[in-house]
């Protein structure tokens, strides 16, 4: 158990490609910190250089108030689970699990008892005698995992454990995971690509691009309040529409005009918005897809018309377009419609949608910054 | 009309693969010809001179008992411990040298990969005056050719890096980097987990390393010119065949010849699983 504190830190490749770029982070005791953003964000980049496994070309890294910049994997007081689970293929599970206890010189019988019993909380005792190519893949995770625990290491690093998994077993791991962690109750630090593992499994979660840090918060904040048009379009699936419009200000009260439709800005959204005094000005205006409502017309509808309905079982995702060729996606819980209503919606049928003015995000459209953070 | 062409094209597959089967049976019976040959001529007793029949027409052990008699022993020796420490440091140089080049990232890895590259491609043969010179100055020649012999044949041997290299390049780093998070040292990795996992590719090391010396001739030869302490077997067997000697001796040549190919082929029989893995290993492995 321990905190984990990066200052600055920076990786510069002999290339001089610049991976990491001045990296701060505190990651208290005991917490749940997930790296999350696209390929080539640098989010195991910085995971490696907490681990030991990338050499740090500025800033510090500190465990429990020590800085292990120059300390080796193994002097750090860390675990770490592989993508690819980097089991030893000669080696049964047991001896898998037992390396790290075996290369510290413990007792056997010291051994043998924490090998048992990870593998117990695992549920992989009956596989301990088995060569790992004898296992599934979530066997597999499971040992990886299992080889991590008995090191009894102050921090769990894990580089996207889940993505060799099918997507039933990724669901499982990622309950397990999250069991895992009130067992062990130790600090982690998870590295994905997939933001509903980010958003299920992080007390905190730290979104990257091209080596900046977007943004550092709870999975509510992020999605609630994103600070960035990247965080905002990343985060969320389907993914937020962005359309660019024009923000009104008319006896106090903000108005959007995408497409021609003018829709308040209402509740919380409205009020900040008036709090930080923003002028009107064109903006870049997000929508989340379950935010659009089909509507019957009027002044708040935008006239568009259906391009694709994917049945997802609980809800339908209908990409609309609009009259300028805009392509929106709008979420309707599949409760909200009767048969009928159903029934008509199939490619090229007319309709209305509007926004719900609660919901709406603001994006100043050069600097993608959030209006209201 | 499937059924046909199933029928026509399983008939063609029996012809094309008799066909191959007979071509290398013929080859093999004539690959094996002069081993058999050499295997008769060493039981021959009724004369020792070249003769022109094939089957002895008497049989015994005596050109072995000759062979017992005379330097034969110690060239056995010399070529024995010269290719045992061959193999020993060869095998230990190579294998370190490919763990690094495979794992470390260092500055001119890739000029210093391509420089011994090239280099290898310069027959060993050109080097052969200028290294007399320096084995002569050491005073490694002549009685002392065998200590001579191991230190030519290992000093450059971390150059014949490439196959065990491209091994060690398939079996992926993850495992390197997960060892040492449990807490192995480089070294611990190598042997505790690369290793194993290469073991085809040492052993082939291991007989390549071995092989070397144990056939070698020219340089031999040379190294230990007129001295007969510091022969090997070739160079040792071939004074044999001298216009004087050979019509006393070619029989014993012959039995000579098969107990210098009994412990290498003992040795492939054993472990030639691994030596088609290790020589096909790097090109299938995953």
Redesign the interface.
């Known amino acids: 158990m321990a905190s984990v504190k990066l200052t600055g830190v920076k990786k510069i490749y002999?290339n001089k490609v610049v991976a990491v770029h001045d990296f701060d982070l505190d990651i208290h005791d005991k917490e749940f910190v997930v790296f999350v953003g696209p390929s080539g964000c640098g989010k195991s980049t910085t995971l490696r250089m907490i681990?030991?496994?990338e050499d740090i070309s500025e800033g510090t890294v500190e465990i429990d108030g020590e800085v292990v910049n120059d300390l080796?994997?193994?002097d750090r007081g860390?675990?770490?689970v592989?993508?690819?689970y980097?089991?030893?293929?000669?080696m049964s599970v047991y001896d898998n699990i037992a390396?790290?206890l075996r290369?510290?010189k413990v007792p056997e019988d010291v051994v043998y008892e924490k090998v048992t019993n990870a593998a117990e909380v695992l549920g992989i005792t009956d596989y301990l005698m088995r060569k790992p190519r004898a296992l599934s893949g979530g066997q597999r995770q499971r040992v990886a995992i299992g080889?991590a625990m008995v090191?009894d290491s102050k921090v769990f690093l894990m580089d996207e454990p889940l993505s060799n998994l099918d997507a039933k077993l990724r669901n499982q791991m990622r309950a397990e995971i999250i069991l895992l962690r009130q067992k062990l109750d130790t600090t982690f630090i998870y590295v994905t690509h997939d933001q509903t593992e980010a958003m299920t499994l992080g007390d905190r979660i730290v979104i990257m691009k091209d080596g900046f840090i977007m943004q550092v918060g709870t999975p509510t904040e992020v999605f609630e309040m994103p600070h960035n048009l990247f965080v905002a379009e990343f985060i969320g699936a389907p993914k937020m529409n962005i359309v660019k419009t024009n923000l009104l200000l008319e006896n106090g009260k903000y108005y959007v005009t995408p497409f021609g439709a003018k829709i308040p800005v209402e509740g919380e959204k409205g009020r900040m918005l008036a709090e930080k005094n923003v002028q009107p000005q064109e903006i870049l205006l997000g929508v989340r897809p379950e935010h659009i409502v089909l509507s019957e017309g009027g002044e708040h509808a935008i006239p568009c018309s259906l391009v694709v309905n994917e049945m997802m079982g609980s809800e339908l995702h209908l990409h609309v377009d609009t009259a300028d060729g805009s392509r929106l996606i709008v979420r309707i819980p599949t409760i909200d419609l009767d048969s009928a209503g159903r029934s008509e919606l199939v490619a090229g049928h007319d309709l209305h949608i509007t926004f719900e003015g609660k919901a709406m995000h603001f994006f100043d459209p050069g600097t993608e910054k959030n209006l209201l953070v | 009309m499937n059924e046909k062409r199933h029928m026509g094209l399983r008939t063609l597959n029996r012809i094309s693969n008799t066909t191959i089967y007979i071509l290398l049976i013929i080859i093999s019976i004539i690959w094996l010809l002069p081993f058999i040959f050499i295997v008769l001529q060493s039981f021959r007793v009724e004369s020792t001179y070249q003769v022109g029949y094939v089957i002895p027409h008497e049989w015994g052990w005596q050109n072995y008992i000759n062979l017992w008699n005379s330097d034969f022993k110690r060239w056995y020796l010399n070529t024995f411990i010269i290719a045992l420490a061959a193999a020993v440091f060869i095998t230990i140089i190579q294998l370190c040298m490919s763990y690094t080049l495979s794992r470390f990232?260092f500055k001119l890895r890739g000029p210093l990969m391509r420089f011994m590259l090239i280099l290898g491609m310069f027959p060993g043969m050109l080097t052969m005056i200028i290294l007399y010179r320096v084995l002569s100055d050491l005073g490694l020649t002549q009685a002392n050719a065998v200590p001579g012999l191991i230190l030519v044949s290992v000093a450059s041997s971390g150059m014949g890096y490439y196959v065990s290299k491209g091994f060690f390049d398939t079996i992926?780093k993850?495992?390197d980097?997960?060892?040492?998070?449990?807490?192995?040292t480089r070294f611990?990795v190598l042997y505790k987990?690369i290793l194993?996992?290469a073991k085809p590719i040492v052993i082939y090391t291991i007989l390549t390393a071995f092989m070397g010396p144990w056939g070698d001739f020219v340089f031999a030869r040379y190294v230990a010119f007129g001295t007969s302490s510091g022969y090997n077997v070739a160079v040792g067997m071939y004074s044999w065949l001298t216009n004087d000697q050979i019509a006393r001796m070619y029989t014993t040549f012959c039995a000579g010849g098969v107990i210098v190919a009994v412990p290498v082929t003992i040795l492939f029989l054993c472990l030639q699983k691994y030596y088609v893995e290790g020589v096909t290993g790097g090109a299938v492995k995953g």
């Open positions: 002999d681990a030991g496994l080796q994997p193994k860390i675990a770490m592989f993508q690819n980097a089991l030893y293929p000669h390396f790290s290369l510290k080889r090191r | 990232r992926p993850s495992l980097e997960a060892a040492r998070v449990d807490g192995a611990q987990i194993p996992l």
